[in-house]
Every structure is written in structure tokens, then in C-alpha cells.
């Protein structure tokens, strides 16, 4: 718990009573960053509820225009509309805005940023930010270092994707329907697999390949989002980047498939290991011999991404597999949006 500074920052979380905005909550209240006053925000709906920051209660307020007036950093978490109306009126009264929402990331004024990887994007800035998609976060995380040794030309990625990406309505409906399945009873499914589209299917004991909406390319508005975030984050258009996103019946943490051709020959799979084993943010969990590999069940709470099952293409000696598991409300967002303030103070581009 932090203890609220007389000096320091003043920060409001739009969408605090969400999956996401929780969780902001607390990795606001682990971090370092000296927080002077904490405004929480979110719909009318919840307008008045009290949230515990700082060991002091704060009643939530209906995020508006004016209630932005002061703040120093805005972190945005309650979806693509909100931020598309709030964010702008956050930043033209002089707020930094981190915005977890696909909303701004592909504008070129809008620094799209993963600490571990493109920390200096940051000073690109005009008052907003964005936070990737989960799945891109954890993804570019385990392969910069490898970008960084030896090139990259090309990534075959396939997701794993925990429903608590979809909110926290989805969490609850999977836990209805696994009840309703084993009670005999049929499932009634309302969200998943995209709340606003026609049809939703059963998503206990189930996996459905389709994360947001069908675009023309009859890809998913997910693949899309790690297909451009990846090359934009990267920055390096002419890498060759694919995506499968794939939800399945695990509440937190998404584990990813990800099949790699580097720019160099020569390199092993122990070359890769012994990267990621001192690589920031990575946690190398790789013992084939002792079943030692990353697990959605350990992965969750911890803010680092963790990877294993490292190893060569029998075929193509420039062609490796990974599998990269982290906890998409903490690193794919809430910390990695806490871990953007803890970088604009340390760049100097927040002044406390
Ligand atoms: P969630 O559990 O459904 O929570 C939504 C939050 O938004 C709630 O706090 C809700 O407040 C608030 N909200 C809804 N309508 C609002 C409005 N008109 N004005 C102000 N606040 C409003 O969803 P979540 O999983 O936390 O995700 C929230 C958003 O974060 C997503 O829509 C997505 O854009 C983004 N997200 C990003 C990532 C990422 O990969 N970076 C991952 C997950 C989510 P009430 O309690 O008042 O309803
Ligand atoms: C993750 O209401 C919305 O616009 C939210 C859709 C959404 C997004 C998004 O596109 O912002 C749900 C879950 C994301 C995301 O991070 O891309």
C-alpha cells in the first residue's frame, strides 16, 4: 500500500470498477510513482461507489470533460468510444492520457509503447499514449531481444486467449456456463465471443477462434490489432507478421504459439534460451527434462511474460517456436499502462 504523498501527481483510472481498471488500481498502489491524489471514474452506473486507494476511501465519479481539469496522468480503460470522446478532452486540459483501448494506436501522433521495447517512442508524445493489445504486449516483449541479436523476418503466431480479455461480464459467463454444464443444464451464452456481435457460443469446454470482429481479409479485428501493433511497435514495416487469436476456456493469462524466422544463420535454441534468460521483463521457463514450461495457472497475478518450449525447425535453420504465456490484465494491461507513467517520470516527461 502506498502511503499518498503531499507532493506528487494527480492520477485518474477511467473505468476503474472494470477487469482492467481493478487491477490499474492496484499496480498504481505497488508502484513507486509518487501519487498525490487518485480520482476514480467510470459510468453513471457506478457513480458514488467507494474504491480503497492509498489505505483512504475514494468515491467514484461519472468520468466527464471537466473531471479531467488538474490531472496529471489519465490511464483509460473502458473501451474504444470512451477514450474515442474522453481522451482528447483529458488531453487538451493537460493531461498525459495512457489509453489502453485499440482507439488511438495506430495514429501516427500516438506513440504506441512497450517499456522493455520502444521506451523512447514516449518522447513522440502530444498527450496521448497507447497501450497495446494484450496479445501484441506479451508477444514483442519475448522477441525484441531476439529482434535486437539476430533480425527478424518473420512471425507465425497463435493465440491462447484467457475470456477475462473480453471483461469481466465474459468471466462471469464462463464460470455460469461450466456450472450449467456439469449440472446438465444447457448454457445460455450472451458475450462471447464479441458481445456486440450476432451470434455467441458456449465458451465452457469450448474454444472459439474468433476474438473481436470479422474484417473484409475475413481475418479478426484481434489479428489485425497484433498483425500492425507488432510492426508499428517494432518499427519495421517489412516484417512479415500473422496471427490465429483463439479464445479458450482459461480465465486469465494468455499463452501464445509463436513461430519465428530470424535474420541470421548459425543460431541454436540455446543461443535464444540464454537471451531470454537475462532479457527485460522475460522470465525463461524452459526444462523439457523436469516438464518445466509456462502455465497460464502460474502465470497469473505475476507481471512479467514467461517463456519456454524454445526449439529449432527441424526443417529450417533459421525457424524457431516459442511459447509465451504473461497475465493479459497485468502486463498486456494495467501494468504495462503503470509501467508507461513510470517511464514518462523517469524520462522527465512528468513532472511530480
Ligand atoms: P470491463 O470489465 O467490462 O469494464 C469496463 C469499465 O468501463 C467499467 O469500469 C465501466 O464502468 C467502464 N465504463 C463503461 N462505460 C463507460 C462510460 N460510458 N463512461 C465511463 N466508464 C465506462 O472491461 P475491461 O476488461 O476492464 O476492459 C475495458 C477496456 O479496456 C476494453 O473495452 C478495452 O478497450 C480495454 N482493454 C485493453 C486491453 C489491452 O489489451 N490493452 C485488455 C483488456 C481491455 P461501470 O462500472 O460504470 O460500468
Ligand atoms: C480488448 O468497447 C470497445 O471498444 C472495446 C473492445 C476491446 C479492445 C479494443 O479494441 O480496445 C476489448 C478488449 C481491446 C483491445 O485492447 O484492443
Same mark, same amino acid.
Given at each position: 500500500?502506498?502511503?499518498?504523498?503531499?507532493?506528487?501527481?494527480?492520477?485518474?483510472?477511467?473505468?476503474?470498477?472494470?477487469?482492467?481498471?481493478?487491477?490499474?488500481?492496484?499496480?498504481?498502489?505497488?508502484?513507486?510513482?509518487?501519487?498525490?491524489?487518485?480520482?476514480?471514474?467510470?459510468?453513471?452506473?457506478?457513480?458514488?461507489?467507494?474504491?480503497?486507494?492509498?489505505?483512504?476511501?475514494?468515491?467514484?465519479?461519472?468520468?466527464?470533460?471537466?473531471?479531467?481539469?488538474?490531472?496529471?496522468?489519465?490511464?483509460?480503460?473502458?473501451?474504444?468510444?470512451?477514450?474515442?470522446?474522453?481522451?482528447?478532452?483529458?488531453?487538451?486540459?493537460?493531461?498525459?492520457?495512457?489509453?489502453?483501448?485499440?482507439?488511438?494506436?495506430?495514429?501516427?501522433?500516438?506513440?504506441?509503447?512497450?517499456?522493455?521495447?520502444?521506451?523512447?517512442?514516449?518522447?513522440?508524445?502530444?498527450?496521448?499514449?497507447?497501450?497495446? &493489445?494484450?496479445? $501484441?504486449?506479451?508477444?514483442?516483449?519475448?522477441?525484441?531481444?531476439?529482434?535486437?541479436?539476430?533480425?527478424?523476418?518473420?512471425?507465425?503466431?497463435?493465440?491462447?486467449?484467457?475470456?477475462?480479455?473480453? !471483461?469481466?461480464?465474459?468471466?462471469?459467463?464462463?464460470?455460469?456456463?461450466?456450472?450449467?454444464?456439469?449440472?446438465?443444464?444447457?448454457?445460455?451464452?450472451?458475450?462471447?465471443?464479441?458481445?456486440?456481435?450476432?451470434?455467441?457460443?458456449?465458451?465452457?469446454?469450448?474454444?472459439?477462434?474468433?476474438?473481436?470482429?470479422?474484417?473484409?481479409?475475413?481475418?479478426?479485428?484481434?489479428?489485425?490489432?497484433?498483425?500492425?501493433? $507488432?510492426?508499428?511497435?517494432?518499427?519495421?514495416?517489412?516484417?512479415?507478421?500473422?496471427?490465429?487469436?483463439?479464445?479458450?476456456?482459461?480465465?486469465?493469462?494468455?499463452?501464445?504459439?509463436?513461430?519465428?524466422?530470424?535474420?541470421?544463420?548459425?543460431? $541454436?535454441?540455446?543461443?535464444?534460451?540464454?537471451?531470454?534468460?537475462?532479457?527485460?521483463?522475460?522470465?525463461?521457463?524452459?526444462?523439457?527434462?523436469?516438464?518445466?514450461?509456462?502455465?497460464?495457472?502460474?502465470?497469473?497475478?505475476?507481471?512479467?511474460?514467461?517463456?519456454?518450449?524454445?526449439?529449432?525447425?527441424?526443417?529450417?535453420? &533459421? !525457424?524457431?517456436?516459442?511459447?509465451?504465456?504473461?497475465?493479459?490484465?497485468?502486463?498486456?494491461?494495467?501494468?504495462?499502462?503503470?509501467?508507461?507513467?513510470?517511464?514518462?517520470?523517469?524520462? !522527465?516527461?512528468?513532472?511530480?
Amino acid at each position: 500500500m502506498v502511503l499518498l504523498k503531499t507532493e506528487g501527481l494527480k492520477v485518474a483510472v477511467v473505468g476503474v470498477t472494470g477487469a482492467v481498471g481493478t487491477r490499474m488500481l492496484k499496480m498504481l498502489e505497488e508502484s513507486p510513482l509518487p501519487v498525490k491524489s487518485f480520482l476514480p471514474l467510470a459510468s453513471k452506473r457506478s457513480a458514488g461507489k467507494k474504491v480503497i486507494f492509498g489505505g483512504k476511501e475514494w468515491t467514484v465519479e461519472e468520468a466527464k470533460p471537466e473531471s479531467f481539469a488538474g490531472i496529471d496522468i489519465a490511464l483509460f480503460s473502458a473501451g474504444g468510444s470512451v477514450s474515442k470522446q474522453l481522451a482528447p478532452e483529458a488531453a487538451s486540459r493537460g493531461a498525459i492520457v495512457i489509453d489502453n483501448t485499440s482507439a488511438f494506436r495506430m495514429y501516427e501522433n500516438v506513440p504506441l509503447v512497450v517499456p522493455e521495447v520502444n521506451e523512447k517512442a514516449l518522447f513522440q508524445h502530444h498527450g496521448i499514449i497507447a497501450n497495446p &493489445n494484450c496479445s $501484441t504486449i506479451q508477444m514483442v516483449v519475448a522477441l525484441e531481444p531476439i529482434r535486437k541479436a539476430y533480425g527478424l523476418n518473420r512471425i507465425i503466431v497463435s493465440t491462447y486467449q484467457a475470456v477475462s480479455g473480453a !471483461g469481466a461480464k465474459a468471466m462471469q459467463e464462463l464460470k455460469n456456463e461450466a456450472k450449467d454444464v456439469l449440472e446438465g443444464n444447457a448454457p445460455e451464452p450472451e458475450i462471447l465471443p464479441v458481445k456486440g456481435d450476432k451470434k455467441h457460443f458456449q465458451m465452457a469446454f469450448n474454444c472459439i477462434p474468433q476474438i473481436d470482429l470479422f474484417q473484409p481479409n475475413d481475418y479478426t479485428f484481434e489479428e489485425m490489432k497484433m498483425i500492425n501493433e $507488432t510492426k508499428k511497435i517494432m518499427d519495421d514495416q517489412s516484417l512479415k507478421v500473422s496471427a490465429t487469436c483463439v479464445r479458450v476456456p482459461v480465465e486469465i493469462s494468455h499463452g501464445e504459439t509463436v513461430y519465428i524466422e530470424i535474420g541470421k544463420s548459425g543460431v $541454436t535454441a540455446a543461443d535464444i534460451k540464454n537471451l531470454l534468460s537475462d532479457a527485460p521483463g522475460v522470465v525463461l521457463q524452459d526444462d523439457p527434462a523436469h516438464q518445466v514450461y509456462p502455465m497460464p495457472a502460474d502465470a497469473t497475478g505475476k507481471k512479467e511474460v514467461f517463456v519456454g518450449r524454445i526449439r529449432r525447425d527441424p526443417d529450417l535453420e &533459421n !525457424g524457431f517456436h516459442l511459447w509465451v504465456v504473461s497475465d493479459n490484465l497485468l502486463k498486456g494491461a494495467a501494468w504495462n499502462s503503470v509501467e508507461i507513467a513510470e517511464s514518462l517520470l523517469k524520462l !522527465g516527461l512528468v513532472k511530480a
